[in-house]
């Protein structure tokens, strides 16, 4: 199997955002007339689009659930580089932390590069797909599922939910 980068979800590399100025094309006026705000919706749409790609098919999402090692595996990282993919069972937690992930994107700007990504070494097969056989041996015919592609499809309806909650809670205060 090809080892490459880790999968996931990267805003600001081109598969949801290409930075503050793509980002602020995304959203509204409202949204734009101030750097709280535009931080606001991004950082909670980065979190929705991450929770998306943390739904189990247990739940009624995609990512795949065994035992939890995949969905513990998952990283956050604010301007860095994707971890590499290097986790096996043996050397993983099945422990997932939400909180971990909220506190990562806490800090973060529009125009940050944001990334979410699986670092169990099975996780590009599982997404991609993977048809051979690997590096040890084992031979696959195994479909991708793509749970990651299918949350970064949801980026624009995404957004758009969150500036409209941001609208309403400051239309409620007052």
């Known amino acids: 199997m090809a080892r490459g980068p880790t999968v996931g979800v990267f805003t600001r590399s081109g598969r949801i955002s290409r930075g503050k100025a793509r980002f602020a094309n995304e ?58 993919a290097d986790k096996t069972d043996e050397t993983a937690s099945p422990t997932y932390n939400p909180d971990e992930i909220q506190l990562a994107i806490a800090g973060a700007v529009a125009g940050d590069r944001i990334v979410a990504a699986y670092t169990m070494a099975y996780a590009r097969r599982l997404e991609y797909g993977f048809v051979g056989t690997d590096s040890l041996g084992r031979s696959y015919n195994q479909q991708g599922i793509g749970w990651t592609q ?7 309806q995404i957004v758009k939910a969150v500036e409209q909650e941001a609208m309403d809670r400051v239309a409620g205060r007052q």
Do not use: C, H
Request: charged letters at 25%; aromatic letters at 10%.
């Open 27 to 84: 959203v509204s006026d409202w949204v734009k007339a101030t750097e709280k705000r535009l931080n606001a919706v991004f950082r909670l749409s980065t979190q929705r689009v991450i929770e998306v790609m943390q739904k189990t098919d247990r739940e009624g999402g995609y990512l795949p659930y065994d035992q939890g090692f995949l969905r513990a595996s998952l990283v956050v990282l604010v301007n860095k580089p994707p971890p590499p």
């Open 150 to 156: 299918r949350a970064a499809q949801q980026w624009p």
